[in-house]
């Protein structure tokens, strides 16, 4: 069951597309205070047929993400499901933003159109993905042949990261992955206590397929610290290459003692078998709202 605010073009119920080619509306809330969306709450535009989905604006004085344990998608979601984009995502938040358990902010492609842009400035991130995945996330999803979009991240003062909390942009199938831009004043990524992937990147996961993984741009202007399997990181596991990493701080640390998960700042070319990658990345594929 849906709980929230919704923007949809060519919806015809459960299971079903149409053929219209119009566009879904925009959609522009403005919260004095705090906007919070929880279990299994959603703010969504998608897209089922020709037209595109409506750009979702939001400001905010403050912001808060929680799915605490809810067996429905709670967040910010714009989806691609027919041969329409995917709208875009602009959020704008005078404090701090809290995404939490499970929650996300997202852009998905689930077929043959792209994935929208997500670009989200506050004061304060504080990004904790003790649960599914968490974060600010634009996916070409398995069996898509779209490409994801990019992500664009400002923070003034400070940015964390921690135990599964992502900033990425995915490729799961035959479209490329976009760009990420992240800037903070300081930033803080930890994966400890954590098996999951905890960090900022991109990646073109599947097999085999042409995609190619964006570029990562990572810009403190005080304290970076990496610790305990966090990642920046642009990996590519298909025939397409991995983008190139760009990470300017006023320090940097990186500190992997205890950890079986690589701490690290890198771009690579991986190996992994059609069953590797199914494992590893198809359960972390966003679901459609």
């Known amino acids: 069951m849906f709980t929230g605010v919704a923007s949809d073009a060519g919806y015809q119920g459960t299971g079903n597309a149409g053929n219209s080619a119009g566009n ?31 750009l979702i ?72 993905g003790s649960g599914p995945t968490t974060g600010i996330i634009s996916q070409a999803e398995p069996s898509s042949h779209g490409r994801a979009g990019s992500v664009d991240v400002t923070v003034t003062d400070e940015l964390q990261l921690v135990r599964g909390a992502e900033i990425n942009t995915n490729s799961l199938s035959f479209g490329d992955a976009g760009s990420v831009s992240v800037k903070a004043g300081s930033a803080l990524i930890d994966g400890s206590h954590g098996l999951v992937f905890t960090g900022i990147g991109s990646l073109a996961a599947r097999s085999g397929a042409p995609a190619k993984a964006g570029s990562v741009t990572v810009t403190v202007d005080g304290a970076l610290t990496v610790r305990g399997g966090g990642a920046i990181s642009s990996d590519s596991n298909s025939g397409g290459s991995a983008g190139s990493v760009s990470v300017l701080a006023g320090d940097i640390l990186l500190d992997g003692s205890a950890q079986r998960i690589l701490t690290a700042i890198s771009s690579d070319a991986l190996e992994l078998s059609e069953e590797e990658w199914r494992a590893q990345f198809v359960p972390r594929s966003s679901s459609a709202n």
């Open 24 to 54: 879904a509306g925009s959609i522009d809330i403005d919260v004095t205070d705090t906007l919070s969306i929880l279990d299994g709450g959603e703010i969504a535009t998608s897209t089922f047929s020709f037209g595109h989905g409506g």
């Open 57 to 128: 604006a939001i400001h905010a004085g403050s912001l808060l993400l929680d799915r605490d344990g809810s067996s429905s998608v709670t967040g910010i979601f714009s989806n691609a499901m027919g041969a329409g984009r995917a709208g875009d995502l602009a959020i704008n938040v005078d404090g701090d933003v809290h995404i939490l358990r499970g929650a996300t902010i997202s852009s998905s492609t689930f077929a043959m159109a792209d994935a929208g842009s997500i670009k989200l400035g506050s004061r304060n991130l504080f990004i904790d």
